[in-house]
């Protein structure tokens, strides 16, 4: 599955890139998320609970950030297992920007799934990875944007690519 989208935040480039390195500020804003622990330089161990179509499981994992470009780019690297139901896999090429005033961020997401999550099939999965990503960045920047509570920003965009 590969997931291209752009995501307006109301905050400056360097509030951004200090947000997506907070432990706290992630483990709130990862939808079923029950822990996040670590940091941004030696990675993080995450238990998140979801429900993908009628598979219901618990996911342990770690995600490492690398190529970090302090400011403008990274790239996260994650794996999860989730017992019975499969295991998740993939990495997301995060760049981010000026915007007038606040910051454009796009990201580049690929993934992989297998076991039960597999047999679901490509359209599950691709609404599922599409509500993922929304939940995260409306919560994401309600944590960071003064006064803020919307479901995306100006000029927020989501799409799949083939």
Not at 38 to 58: C, E, L, S, Y
Not at 147 to 153: A, L, Q, Y
């Amino acid at each position: 599955m590969q997931m291209e989208a752009s995501q307006y935040i109301d905050a400056s480039p360097a509030q951004v890139w200090a947000a997506l390195q907070d432990a706290h500020i992630l483990r709130d804003a990862v939808p079923g998320c029950e822990s996040l622990t670590g940091n941004a330089i030696d990675g993080f161990d995450a238990v998140v609970v979801q429900k993908v179509g009628p598979v219901r499981a618990r996911f342990t994992g770690s995600v490492v950030l690398s190529d970090r470009q302090e400011g403008t780019s990274m790239v996260l690297r994650g794996t999860g297992k989730g017992g019975i139901a499969g295991f998740a896999s993939g990495e997301a090429h995060i760049r981010f920007h000026q915007a007038g005033t606040g910051t454009m961020l796009h990201y580049q997401v690929t993934a992989r799934v297998g076991g039960k999550l597999a047999q679901l099939g490509a359209r599950i999965i691709d609404g599922f990875a599409r509500k993922m990503a929304e939940a995260f960045f409306a919560r994401f920047c309600a944590a960071i944007e003064p006064g803020i509570v919307s479901e995306s920003g100006p000029g927020a965009s989501v799409h799949n690519a083939a």
